[in-house]
């Protein structure tokens, strides 16, 4: 890896609560800002007619966690989903660039769906980081609602109680943010 792989991580990627990089793993808590590679997830609502919006739930969650999680899934759930995202999205790594990731252009729509940011009110944003840095090769991207409730029914009830376990155990909000009434709406892991 050369420094052409990494850049900042974008300030919308930092923690809500501190406004700084996730430092700590969700789940084991590893120290994240050296050299651990790790997932960051938001998820946001927007409100029509306002430019603020509520991050629902915030997290960054290191890689051997999330593959322990993956591991924890339902062979069918995961080849489901798996076949959804080859159908849909175009997951191949960037070759190396000397640019900076145009973080506008990589979140201005669902990866998923092809609807434009401006069309969609809750939707939740992902990113991939090695230590202090953005990994350019996997840019930011955008998952609408829409297309994460057309997952839900690929996925067995089994995969879904993992899900909304994670979901009542780790990602308890604080009262700063709005809670979803129904967490199976949301669909962490992806
Ligand atoms: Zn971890």
């Known amino acids: 890896m050369s420094s052409f792989d ?45 430019t603020a919006q509520d991050v629902i739930f915030d997290y960054a969650i290191c890689l051997s966690c999330a593959l322990k999680m993956r591991q924890e899934f339902s062979k069918e759930s995961l080849e489901k989903i798996n076949a959804y995202f080859a159908e849909h999205v175009d997951m191949n790594p960037l070759p190396p660039q000397d640019a900076p990731i145009d973080l506008d252009e990589a979140l201005s729509q669902c990866v998923v769906k092809k609807i434009p940011l401006d069309e969609i009110a809750n939707y939740q944003i992902y990113a991939h980081c090695q230590g202090n840095k953005l990994i350019k090769s996997i840019p930011p991207y955008l998952i609408s609602q829409s297309a994460i409730e057309d997952l839900i029914p690929l996925i067995s009830s089994d995969t879904q ?30």
Do not use: W
């Not at 609560?17 to 998820?43: G, H, M, R, W």
């Open 6 to 50: 990494f850049q900042e991580i974008p300030k919308i990627f930092y923690s809500y609560q501190t406004q700084k990089p996730f430092s700590n793993c969700l789940v084991c808590s590893c120290y994240l800002l050296e050299d651990q590679t790790y997932i960051i997830e938001k998820a946001l609502k927007k409100h029509p007619g306002f």
């Open 161 to 190: 109680d993992i899900l909304n376990g994670f979901y009542d155990r780790f990602l308890r909000p604080d009262p700063a943010m709005l809670l979803p009434k129904q967490p199976s709406d949301q669909l962490v892991f992806i």
